[in-house]
């Protein structure tokens, strides 16, 4: 009875998590647009045929979409991952259920895969877009026990919120602009930038955003009311995990497809 009352528990708790938006629709259609800018002619190509001509911006936000079908419920501990602070995600016993590194990698293996069937190239490699995207997301690397910043209470503009949703909609949706306007906007990097961003791998770039998470802990008090100073601080913040998850997906694209 004990083992089965702390499954429904974990069920539950995962559950809770996965129901709050990843990002917004804004940020991953930026995420997406500035991967699809990014991509050489083979992988454009060959993502082209696999997408019916659809862009990365479009399919970015299928893995939220498909949420509210209960078929997909398996999927849900994969949009974010939880583990001690003083550990790095490799030293620690990974979830049965699945989380965002394991996700991306099972992903790509799929996609990667000759004897994948074109249906399942086609879901995971959709999977892989929004995914990159959640990993930028630094509050998808969050502490389990306030289910990412979830149960972090503050108000935004006058309204309740929470450290999680400050993140993932409040402050890339009042910013007012489309994601093609985001992605036109954003810093302009040379070639030695974009190859310095897009070093190491979803190891190392999980580690980063679990250091950034760490930061944005600290960046509020339970109940606060925050506005436009707090996004005025930490909009170069978004901006920057929006560039970087697009370049980083890109990168990850361009060899998957060589």
Partial sequence: ??????????????????????????????????????????????????????????????????????????????????????????????????????????????????????????????????????LHQPMHVGKQEDKGGNDIQVQWFGKGSNLHRLWDSNMIDDYGMSFTEIADNLPELTKDEVKGIQEGDVFTWVEESKGLATELYGSVEVGEKLGYAYSYKYWGLVETQLQKGGLRLAKVLNELFK
């Fill in 1 to 134: 009875m004990k083992k089965i009352t702390i499954l429904l528990l974990t069920l539950s708790i995962q559950f809770v998590f996965s129901t709050e938006g990843e990002w917004s629709k804004t940020g991953h259609r930026t995420t997406g647009e500035v991967a699809q800018r990014h991509l050489n002619k083979k992988a454009k190509k060959a993502i082209a045929k696999l997408l019916d001509g659809q862009s990365l911006a479009l399919v970015s936000t299928f893995a939220d979409d498909i949420k509210s079908d209960k078929k997909y419920r398996e999927f849900s501990a994969w949009h974010y991952v939880n583990y001690p602070a003083d550990k790095k995600y490799t030293e620690v016993e990974p979830s049965p259920y699945g989380d965002i590194v394991s996700g991306i990698q099972k992903c790509v293996a799929i996609v990667k895969d000759k004897n994948s069937t074109q249906e399942d190239k086609v879901f995971y490699l959709k999977f892989l877009v929004h995914l990159l995207g959640d």
